[in-house]
């Protein structure tokens, strides 16, 4: 029989019952396997850290929110925002699960191409398409959503070159009621921004005007602020109607739905109180059937959903470092995963479970990253078990924005799994080496 491992004595009050301003005692629950998978053993297999993306997770979710949607709308169009997570592997799934490609770069829109994606089927955002891009994208008859005015006056001296006439959507920005409002992007509708830009491209005839788009924010809390966004475009792809007598085909709603992470500064945990996929189709639905739009002319909406579709079937394997006491006594534990690799560690306080067996004694403890700087911290404030060095952990909902953002900093980038619906890992990314690095880099001939 082997000896147990110590751990000290730690006095802790104790809550019971109700809860009361304090919340009540934390129940916290071992996470030793991932579809399947023990995190022990794909530690071992593949490093740590280790990224693992759930594809059964993925196409779950996106299920739930089609059938949110298609229950209480007619036409429905999901769009894979590429820059949440644009890993071809991943990229594919929502392609097999009939989404559409969303891009903001030259370089998304690449991507969308090599992985197949018909071109008709990609909506080209962002403020900033080079002209190689915008043409690309018109040749390939593309949706443009036009974000300003020096883009238009490009994609129409683009459209009298290539003999082709663009299809293109107008980015509407407007006050839904969240402050601070987010009008960086497109055209306002308050001050007629919107309307200058519309008549310049109905005038002109050198573009075909076929979608009105808002993205009004981001990890957005209130579905009323899309019903607020869906009646403002509704009545302006009518008031278009009425004075061109042109048929808008689309509205394009953006993304900004919230994961369940919650954010730093929350009361309560995003499980409980982040709105679903349901509280906002009813609202985005209503708004647009109690418009005056006609029972055969409805519109096709579009969604660009991106973290509320992928963060939930993404974790984040690693490895306890040691711990350590701060000048005031509390428990610092170090672990092999920084902020280089989980970004959003800035703005949500994410789940982390241990990954093995552990007794009740819990103390609340920071948790920072192997990084040399002193903002690595992981979570400021965590209520764990007493872990050990070489004790694993899972930190949770890490799909969205990580493998986008993640940065070559102090250490190289991990490894990345997916495991399919048979419970079978895939290496989708690999780990990057010296090679990797040095390989982009010249040196000068007189400092060899």
Same mark, same amino acid.
């Given at each position: 029989?082997?000896?147990?491992?110590?751990?000290?004595?730690?006095?802790?009050?104790?809550?019971?019952?109700?809860?009361?301003?304090?919340?009540?005692?934390?129940?916290?629950?071992?996470?030793?396997?991932?579809?399947?998978?023990?995190?022990?053993?794909?530690?071992?297999?593949?490093?740590?850290?280790?990224?693992?993306?759930?594809?059964?997770?993925?196409?779950?979710?996106?299920?739930?929110?089609?059938?949110?949607?298609?229950?209480?709308?007619?036409?429905?169009?999901?769009?894979?925002?590429?820059?949440?997570?644009?890993?071809?592997?991943?990229?594919?799934?929502?392609?097999?699960?009939?989404?559409?490609?969303?891009?903001?770069? &030259? /370089?998304? +829109?690449?991507?969308?191409? #090599?992985?197949? %994606?018909?071109? @008709?089927?990609?909506?080209?955002?962002?403020? =900033?398409?080079?002209?190689?891009?915008?043409?690309?994208?018109?040749?390939?008859?593309?949706?443009?959503?036009?974000?300003?005015?020096?883009?238009?006056?490009?994609?129409?001296?683009?459209?009298?070159?290539?003999?082709?006439?663009?299809?293109?959507?107008?980015?509407?920005?407007?006050?839904?009621?969240?402050?601070?409002?987010?009008?960086?992007? &497109? /055209?306002? +509708?308050?001050?007629?921004? #919107?309307?200058? %830009?519309?008549? @310049?491209?109905?005038?002109?005839?050198?573009? =075909?005007?076929?979608?009105?788009?808002?993205?009004?924010?981001?990890?957005?809390?209130?579905?009323?602020?899309?019903?607020?966004?869906?009646?403002?475009?509704?009545?302006?792809?009518?008031?278009?109607?009425?004075?061109?007598?042109?048929?808008?085909?689309?509205?394009?709603?953006?993304?900004?739905?919230?994961?369940?992470?919650?954010?730093?500064?929350?009361?309560?945990?995003?499980?409980?109180?982040?709105?679903?996929?349901?509280?906002?189709?009813?609202?985005?639905?209503?708004?647009?059937?109690?418009?005056?739009?006609?029972?055969?002319?409805?519109?096709?909406?579009?969604?660009?959903?991106?973290?509320?579709?992928?963060?939930?079937?993404?974790?984040?394997?690693?490895?306890?470092?040691?711990?350590?006491?701060?000048?005031?006594?509390?428990?610092?534990?170090?672990?092999?995963?920084?902020?280089?690799?989980?970004?959003?560690?800035?703005?949500?306080?994410?789940?982390?479970?241990?990954?093995?067996?552990?007794?009740?004694?819990?103390?609340?403890?920071?948790?920072?990253?192997?990084?040399?700087?002193?903002?690595?911290?992981?979570?400021?404030?965590?209520?764990?078990?007493?872990?050990?060095?070489?004790?694993?952990?899972?930190?949770?909902?890490?799909?969205?924005?990580?493998?986008?953002?993640?940065?070559?900093?102090?250490?190289?980038?991990?490894?990345?799994?997916?495991?399919?619906?048979?419970?079978?890992?895939?290496?989708?990314?690999?780990?990057?080496?010296?090679?990797?690095?040095?390989?982009?880099?010249?040196?000068?001939?007189?400092?060899?």
């Amino acid at each position: 029989m082997s000896k147990l491992r110590y751990e000290r004595p730690v006095i802790k009050k104790l809550e019971g019952g109700m809860p009361n301003k304090f919340g009540i005692r934390s129940e916290i629950q071992t996470v030793t396997h991932i579809d399947g998978n023990g995190v022990k053993d794909l530690i071992k297999e593949y490093g740590s850290p280790l990224f693992v993306i759930s594809e059964k997770t993925i196409r779950s979710t996106i299920k739930k929110a089609r059938k949110a949607f298609e229950a209480r709308y007619p036409r429905i169009q999901f769009a894979w925002s590429y820059k949440t997570n644009y890993l071809n592997a991943v990229c594919s799934i929502f392609h097999q699960e009939g989404s559409w490609a969303e891009v903001v770069s &030259g /370089f998304e +829109y690449d991507k969308a191409i #090599a992985l197949g %994606v018909n071109g @008709k089927k990609i909506i080209f955002n962002g403020p =900033e398409k080079k002209e190689e891009d915008l043409s690309k994208a018109i040749q390939n008859d593309s949706l443009i959503h036009i974000d300003h005015l020096d883009e238009f006056y490009t994609i129409v001296e683009l459209a009298g070159v290539l003999g082709k006439k663009p299809r293109v959507a107008v980015r509407v920005n407007m006050d839904t009621g969240v402050y601070p409002m987010w009008d960086r992007f &497109g /055209f306002n +509708y308050e001050n007629g921004q #919107a309307w200058d %830009v519309i008549n @310049k491209i109905m005038h002109s005839g050198k573009a =075909e005007l076929v979608g009105l788009h808002c993205h009004i924010g981001t990890f957005m809390l209130a579905p009323s602020a899309y019903a607020i966004a869906a009646t403002k475009l509704a009545d302006l792809a009518l008031a278009i109607e009425r004075k061109y007598n042109h048929e808008i085909k689309y509205i394009d709603l953006g993304g900004g739905f919230p994961s369940k992470n919650t954010l730093k500064g929350a009361y309560l945990p995003g499980t409980d109180t982040n709105p679903t996929f349901d509280d906002f189709a009813e609202a985005i639905s209503s708004a647009l059937l109690n418009s005056n739009f006609k029972k055969d002319n409805l519109p096709l909406l579009i969604l660009e959903t991106g973290r509320a579709l992928i963060d939930e079937a993404g974790f984040l394997l690693g490895s306890v470092i040691a711990n350590k006491r701060s000048s005031t006594g509390r428990r610092n534990t170090i672990i092999d995963i920084g902020v280089n690799l989980l970004f959003t560690s800035y703005w949500y306080d994410h789940k982390i479970t241990p990954a093995q067996s552990f007794t009740h004694y819990t103390e609340e403890t920071c948790v920072y990253g192997p990084l040399c700087m002193n903002i690595d911290v992981i979570r400021e404030s965590a209520e764990l078990p007493l872990l050990n060095r070489g004790d694993h952990v899972v930190i949770h909902n890490t799909g969205a924005y990580n493998l986008t953002q993640w940065m070559q900093f102090i250490a190289l980038r991990p490894n990345v799994l997916l495991i399919d619906m048979d419970e079978k890992p895939h290496l989708i990314r690999q780990k990057e080496t010296v090679d990797n690095m040095n390989g982009m880099e010249r040196v000068p001939e007189h400092l060899k």
